[in-house]
């Protein structure tokens, strides 16, 4: 079952960058995106269309769009909470808006205010604004193993949630473990029940490494045929929700893993690692990837 060929989705510049309480220029994030896609990417989230009050960082997302190099073959996703933010993508020329639900309602309720279903209606218009124009729409679930404030999420709910963004329109449904506590055997459950109504090419996993599980939870998804995953380069982007812990699973990290696996993905280690030594430098801070701090040592020592 398991793929010759993965593909990453590297959200560093969107998620990565969001939490930053430095601002980033806008002319750093381009040059983000820029190695990134030097480096063999082929799906890079590059921003979010949110309110400036809410998400500063991110205030600067037209800007960014309207930077980056777009070389043919290369998807730019956005993430889109509302239409206005949708208005704003499509101006902006994204290939893909990315949209999402929680699948615990206590982390819908503190995280945005509204139920489950609520937010879930919020988003159609957004859904069917994306496909009548021609993009596609990528769908996360949140908290999928796991939710900060109710404990353990049940799988029936990450399925169920699945199933009604699949309704209003999604394309593709991503399994977030946003806080990382997910282990290899409770992710292969979720994948097992998801993939019973989501097909095999339109699903994919998005780990935090909180509590390390992040590339033992990647392979045990590869054993089930998945092959669309979401990492951070330099591992930016930290938990929210757990002091001090590290957020989304590294970019090179992912990569070291998958070409020792003997998994082709048409990405070049060395030079991602040096654009997450790029953003990294920029930030005032080491990579936080064990691969890159490993590979960058090596360097210095020959």
Same mark, same amino acid.
């Given at each position: 079952?398991?793929?010759?060929?993965?593909?990453?989705?590297?959200?560093?510049?969107?998620?990565?960058?969001?939490?930053?309480? #430095?601002?980033?220029?806008?002319?750093?994030?381009?040059?983000?995106?820029?190695?990134?896609?030097?480096?063999?990417? %082929?799906?890079?989230?590059?921003?979010?269309?949110?309110?400036? %009050?809410?998400?500063?960082?991110?205030?600067?997302?037209? =800007?960014?769009?309207?930077?980056?190099?777009?070389?043919?073959?290369?998807? *730019?996703?956005?993430?889109?909470?509302?239409?206005?933010? @949708?208005?704003?993508?499509?101006?902006?020329?994204?290939?893909?808006?990315?949209? @999402?639900?929680?699948?615990?309602?206590?982390?819908?309720?503190?995280?945005?205010?509204?139920?489950?279903?609520?937010?879930?209606?919020? @988003?159609?218009?957004?859904?069917?604004?994306?496909?009548?124009?021609?993009?596609?729409?990528?769908?996360? $679930?949140?908290?999928?193993?796991?939710?900060?404030?109710?404990?353990?999420?049940?799988?029936?709910?990450?399925?169920?949630?699945? #199933?009604?963004?699949?309704?209003?329109?999604?394309?593709?449904?991503?399994?977030?473990?946003?806080?990382?506590? +997910?282990?290899?055997?409770?992710?292969?459950?979720?994948?097992?029940?998801?993939?019973?109504?989501?097909?095999?090419? =339109?699903?994919? +996993?998005? /780990?935090?490494?909180?509590?390390?599980?992040?590339?033992?939870?990647?392979?045990?998804?590869?054993?089930?045929?998945?092959?669309? /995953?979401?990492?951070?380069?330099?591992?930016?982007?930290?938990?929210?929700?757990?002091?001090?812990?590290?957020?989304?699973?590294?970019?090179?990290?992912? $990569?070291?893993?998958?070409?020792?696996?003997?998994? *082709?993905?048409?990405?070049?280690?060395?030079?991602?690692?040096?654009?997450?030594? @790029?953003?990294?430098?920029?930030?005032?801070?080491?990579?936080?990837?064990?691969?890159?701090?490993?590979?960058?040592?090596?360097?210095?020592?020959?």
């Amino acid at each position: 079952m398991r793929p010759t060929h993965v593909t990453l989705v590297d959200v560093g510049p969107r998620d990565g960058l969001q939490n930053e309480a #430095q601002p980033v220029p806008a002319a750093t994030k381009i040059e983000l995106v820029h190695r990134l896609q030097a480096a063999g990417l %082929k799906h890079i989230e590059v921003t979010s269309f949110v309110s400036p %009050k809410w998400v500063p960082q991110m205030a600067d997302n037209a =800007e960014v769009m309207a930077g980056i190099p777009r070389p043919a073959g290369v998807r *730019h996703s956005v993430l889109t909470p509302n239409m206005m933010g @949708f208005e704003g993508a499509l101006a902006a020329g994204a290939d893909e808006v990315v949209i @999402f639900a929680a699948a615990s309602e206590a982390f819908s309720q503190r995280n945005i205010n509204c139920s489950i279903a609520e937010s879930i209606a919020r @988003f159609r218009p957004v859904a069917e604004a994306a496909r009548a124009h021609g993009l596609r729409v990528r769908a996360a $679930v949140s908290c999928a193993l796991g939710c900060p404030y109710q404990g353990e999420v049940g799988t029936d709910a990450v399925v169920d949630v699945a #199933q009604r963004l699949l309704d209003i329109g999604a394309h593709h449904i991503g399994i977030a473990d946003t806080i990382g506590v +997910g282990t290899a055997g409770r992710v292969s459950a979720v994948m097992e029940a998801t993939l019973k109504h989501v097909p095999l090419a =339109e699903l994919s +996993g998005h /780990f935090h490494d909180t509590y390390g599980q992040a590339l033992t939870n990647i392979h045990a998804c590869l054993q089930l045929g998945i092959h669309t /995953f979401d990492a951070s380069v330099a591992g930016l982007g930290g938990c929210p929700y757990a002091k001090g812990a590290t957020g989304n699973v590294a970019t090179e990290d992912v $990569v070291y893993l998958l070409h020792g696996l003997g998994i *082709h993905t048409g990405i070049d280690l060395d030079a991602l690692v040096d654009a997450g030594a @790029f953003i990294s430098g920029a930030l005032g801070r080491k990579p936080v990837s064990r691969v890159a701090n490993a590979l960058l040592a090596k360097r210095t020592t020959h």
